[in-house]
């Protein structure tokens, strides 16, 4: 099985969905599964019925009320919305995303999300992402059925790995350190909010939305990261009283 990729339903409506989930997940070798927000009583009788042998995957969710909690521990993060949106956000196509997965990211966690079936994901939810992803489909009709979205997704994956290894004993891939970017955020929103940056306050989750897909472009490292937070601290703690 693959250990270091997570599939995270948002606001999930239905529990088939997350049964169906499940099930082609383990058709296909992924087994961590996270629920964020789902709209649905768990454990679900419905959601285990038509996981069938992949009941364990249902049972064992992690629950999140939020997506910034269940990406708290992913280093890189894709998000699938049927469409392109006006915001400054680097978008891929589902054949892309494979093979940065498997060429790029090893060494990584992956976190590879999916909105719920009414309205998808939300750009609150998107600025929150490494990269956005969408399916090729005909242009009269876009909208996948949400595990139907992540099926294209698991046997992709699944069939590029095997093509480049003609083997099912490839290497697990390994776990990575919690996400830095996701507290550099924490930290920069903060220090910028107590200081009155984000005005006026109706404009604040836009603001957040463009900072935070800034700084996913430009693709830093655990170091710039760091380093970045060391800046924050040094201008929140600096005085210049104390100088002169």
């Keep these: 099985m693959i250990e270091n990729i997570s599939i995270i ?16 997940m ?25 996981a069938v042998d992949a ?8 629950v999140y009320s939020e997506l910034r909690e269940a990406l708290e521990d992913i280093t890189y993060s894709f998000a699938f919305t049927a469409r392109h949106r006006d915001m ?19 060494e990584d966690k992956i976190g590879v ?3 719920g079936e009414s309205s998808g994901l939300t ?10 992803v969408t399916i090729s489909t005909h242009s009269n009709f876009s909208s996948l059925n949400l595990s139907h979205a992540v099926s294209v997704f698991c046997y992709s994956l699944f069939s590029y790995s095997n093509f480049l290894n003609n083997s099912s004993d490839s290497k697990k891939f390994n776990n ?7 507290y550099f955020f924490e930290h920069l929103e903060s220090e ?3 200081r009155g940056f984000f005005e006026p306050q109706e404009k604040m989750p836009k603001m957040k939305q463009n900072l935070r897909n800034l700084f996913h472009r430009a693709d830093l490292s655990e170091r710039e990261i760091a380093t970045l937070r060391g800046v924050v601290t040094a201008l929140s703690s600096y005085n210049k009283s104390e100088k002169t």
Excluded: W
């Design 9 to 24: 339903l948002v606001d999930t409506q239905l529990p088939e969905n997350i049964g169906l989930t499940a099930r082609v």
């Design 26 to 50: 383990f058709n296909f070798g992924i087994s961590n599964l996270r629920l964020v927000n789902p709209k649905v009583n768990l454990p679900s009788e419905k959601a285990e019925a038509v």
């Design 55 to 62: 009941m364990d995957l249902v049972k064992n969710a992690k």
């Design 88 to 106: 400054n956000k680097e978008f891929i196509n589902s054949q892309e995303i494979v093979s940065e997965i498997y060429n790029n990211y090893k």
């Design 113 to 115: 999300v999916f909105g």
């Design 123 to 132: 750009n609150e939810h998107l600025s929150l992402v490494s990269k956005c």
């Design 176 to 182: 990575s350190t919690k996400n830095k970017l996701i």
């Design 192 to 194: 910028l909010e107590s």
